[in-house]
């Protein structure tokens, strides 16, 4: 559905949300094939250890808060200053917090609400009008399956997600004629900082190295949705077709929620 990409010698790419986990991983997987990466994210400890380990001098550090419009635009003309054009964007930068309705907190949602979907939105209007001006490129977001459907300890993660997978299903149809590629990402569980804390079974639980592997083999071969592990994000993509009393039924029957 997109392009294939065969090398990754000298690519352009930037990973916002670099510092921890998933992006960190994937950082660290395309420097090692040999790609050109910019890392950002708030904490730079991170994403100096990666670059410390990077022995072809090809990382550069960006620091930023994705909620912060102006901090994206000056890493983006930093980056171009540095690199001219872009090969490749993903946006993996997230936060979730367990919330159920009996204790919602406004404070909380709205944190969720700012990172997950309006900092995507914030990365949009930074890279979106210089891949549509090149003409090539690519643009990958992390969602998750929490946003194909209703859950439990999802109230306000899950809405966010549900509106990156239909937004990066916009994107693909307005960018893809134009030669860029879109790609909606949803990993199941993940061992990484964002899920340390779930007092829950976490099925078919994978390392963030894992997951960094399966994202970068899903963009090489073109897909368009790159989930996994698929043994779990297949389940769950089955459970989007079941009709709600259904659906209601088996998430409770299987969470005890
Ligand atoms: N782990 C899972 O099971 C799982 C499953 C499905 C989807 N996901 C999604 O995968 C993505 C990566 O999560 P992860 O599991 O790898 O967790 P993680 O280790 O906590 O990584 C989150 C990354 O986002 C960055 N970030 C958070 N808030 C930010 C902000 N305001 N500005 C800039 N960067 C920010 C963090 O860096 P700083 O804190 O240094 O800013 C960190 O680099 C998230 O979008 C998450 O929703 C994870």
């Known amino acids: 559905m997109n392009r294939k990409i065969k090398a990754w ?18 950082a660290r997987l395309l420097l090692e094939l040999g790609a050109r990466v910019a890392l950002s994210a708030r904490n730079s400890d991170g994403m100096k250890a990666i670059a410390s380990d990077d022995c072809n001098c090809n990382a550069l550090i960006m620091p930023l808060d994705i909620t912060r419009h102006e901090e994206l635009i000056t ?53 979106l009008p210089l891949l549509i001006k090149q003409g090539h490129g690519g643009l990958g977001i992390v969602a998750s399956v929490a946003g194909l459907r209703g859950l439990p300890h999802a109230l306000i993660y899950g809405p966010t997600k549900a509106a990156l997978i239909n937004l990066c299903e916009s994107l693909y149809l307005d960018l893809r004629p134009r030669g860029i590629s879109v790609y909606l990402i949803n990993p199941g569980f993940v061992a990484t900082p964002l899920t340390a804390g779930n007092d829950f079974p976490m099925p078919a639980l994978i390392s963030a190295t894992t997951a960094a592997h399966e994202l970068v083999r899903g963009i090489e071969s073109g897909e368009f949705h790159i989930h996994f592990p698929r043994r779990f994000t297949n389940w769950l993509r089955l459970l989007r077709l079941l009709p709600y009393r259904w659906y209601f039924w088996l998430i409770h029957k299987v969470t005890g929620l």
């Open 9 to 26: 010698q000298a690519r352009r790419i930037w990973i916002i949300g670099a510092s921890s986990g998933i992006g960190a991983e994937t």
């Open 75 to 127: 890493a983006r003309d930093r980056r171009l200053e540095r690199w001219g054009g872009i090969d490749l964007v993903l946006v993996v930068a997230g936060t979730y917090n367990k919330m159920r309705a009996d204790n919602f907190n406004l404070a909380v949602a709205n944190n969720i609400v700012d990172t997950n979907l309006r900092g995507t939105l914030n990365c949009l209007d930074a890279v």
